[in-house]
């Protein structure tokens, strides 16, 4: 009998055991396939992405002239502006080629150099005016087919140019002098978007996105610490302030979409906000970030003991002296990393800025919150669409740019977690 | 005593000076031209406009690519700053839209037929040449057509061969173009009236194969298989008329004259249209809508075909030309 009881113990124990062990392997099992799902996008992007970060470029001497320019030998500002640069950097580089001289070849021959070329002049002019009528030696970018297929090249791939055999043969010829090398792509940190895949940066909307995280959290931050304050520590518990906290639940699960609806209905077509801007989409971004801020803030003023309020008041102190002295400090870690984590699901949205025209193709970098201009994931969604090839790095690549500014809010975060932590015992 | 000490002065310096800096701006006049409408013009609306702002005398005008009917909401809600200047479209402006417009006090458009758009489809060049409707194309790559292994299923007057289509990526211009034009127009009645974007899905069983933007690529193909088939802008069916030729639609050969006359059916005029009311007051406008004409851009050389336009005929050219320079408006009713 004793011994019948052992081995039914026994069996127990051992099922327990496997119920135990399985459980594990369930776990260890589930964070695998969640580590290599990342791992797999990780390597993915990273190596579509890192040819961006490079820039096939070509170092050549553009002879200036005025009578080319179509301009006085002293140009005003006015007549810079319509200075045909194009024709300059077209001679300069036909004179490499003196042998091409039918006009279809010349054609296809200046398909090598991109439109970077004839800005890049212009800005040199702009800014050396005393360079008209000389040779300068200048290091311009290429054009997208010759950025992809050298720098596949370069990598030791077959890729499927569009360059024919011709523009193969020139290029090989400009390699050969040594005056193709590639560089950092500086570029792609100070522009903006262009139709160029060799020309488009990452700078215009990671600007965008600055400001409209900046105007997010000035909105959204000192209304929603109020509300949070209000409701914890003010309001009584009644029926209007149950309604009006199961609403800010529910708001904080509500579509992003709908807030752009909102901001399209209100902010663009009521207050009449200038569209496309990140004022506007700061605002509804705010409206969005709001709830989460409420909540976390309310959670952590929660935390806080009564003990430190009662401390307070026993001394003499104010409720608003108690709040802003000893509640709020001891609440603002759990705060700030609420309001941090609203602000990086706020950088990630891209369907309320659809609805405020914040979905667009904009080629300057803004300088104000009110200059028209994109963000980082809709710079993403913009070049993943594009049928040109020369995007797919640039998307990837844009990819990594949204990834490091993720890590680092959330490394602020945690930073910010741990300098605001207040012991409360 | 309340010590207003130097920390507190910096935080409401910073406070007031971030205020300050941010309401007037609001109020500021735009100095940016705005762009909506169709995703067909998009590309070409976009280069217009970078080059335009590559000179540095205005800004590069903001375009966003929201349809054809949602461009033409937003650009007759209302005259000033917070409305946009100009609406892309890749048909005409509907007399609806028309409506709508005057109704906000949108009065003076300036409409613009800048380019046309013409699809060929065609095979290898010592292939046999064919014949054929929309109806039957449809037939032979629609999803919910009778999908025929063969042409002679379809009609027998056509040839005893495998069907076999090449086609561009859903992301290309050409694609939306074949799609608005054959695999809706010569989708049947009944489908078209219980769900019009099902005419045009195409099917997946093997004889449509999507080939990439290459276009290169597809004329090896056909020359390899003279039984098989591409979808091509008209640009390039020009250019390379020594390896490939183009069906005739419905009997109509396709040239530049008949896509300019619209009597080839796989062919559609590109607009846009400009506020008259903004010019002047949005700077650049004027400048804009003058470059977007130019012969530098759609020209037969101009860089607007290299990426796809169909240009109009010269005596065209020199009217819109001299209709944009006079800032003509339309006058439909």
Redesign the interface.
Known sequence: MHNLDSTIQQKRDRRRMFADLRFRAYGIFGLLIAGSALLFLLVNIFSTGYDAFRQTVITMEFNIDADVLDVSAMPSTEELQEANTLKVAKNSFYALFPEVKKRKNKRSLYKLISLGAELDLRDHIRLQPESIGSTVTLTVPMSSDVDQYFKAGLNGEEIKSRLNEKQKAWLQTLVDNGQVTTRFNTDFFTHADSRYPELAGIGGAMVGTMYTLLICLLIAFPLGVAAAIYLEEFSRDTFLTRIIEANINNLAAVPSVIFGLLGLAVILNVFGLPRSTPLAGGIVLALMTLPTIIIACRSAIKTVPPSIREAGMAMGASPIQVIFHHVMPAAMSGTLTGTIIGLAQALGETAPLLMIGMVAFIANVPSMPNDPATALPVQIYLWAESAERGFVEKTAAAIMVIIVFLIAMNLLAVILRNRTRISNK | MKLYTKEKAIRHGLISA?IL??IP??S?A?D?I?I?GSSTV??FS??V???F?????F??P????TGTGGGMKLFCQGVG??H?DVSNASRAIKSSELENCRKNGVKDIIEVSFGNDGIAFANAIDARPVNFTRKQLWAAMAEHGPKPAKWSDIDKSLPDTKISILVP?P??GTRDAWNAKVMKGGCPAELKKKDKKACAIMREDGPVVEAG??D??IVQKLEANHDSFGIFGFSYLENNSDKIQAATIEGVEISLESIQSYEYPIARPLFFYVKKAHIGVIPGLNEYLQAFVEEKAIGD?GYLIDAGLVPLDDGQRISLRKNTKDLAVLNKQ
């Not at chain 2, 903001?62 to 690519?65: G, H, I, R």
């Open positions: 971030l800096t941010v701006t609001i500021q735009r940016q705005q909506v998009y590309p976009t280069l406009a970078e080059r702002g590559g000179s540095g005398k800004k590069t903001v375009v966003e690519s700053a917070s946009p990526p992301t290309s933007e290459n290169a690529l050389d």
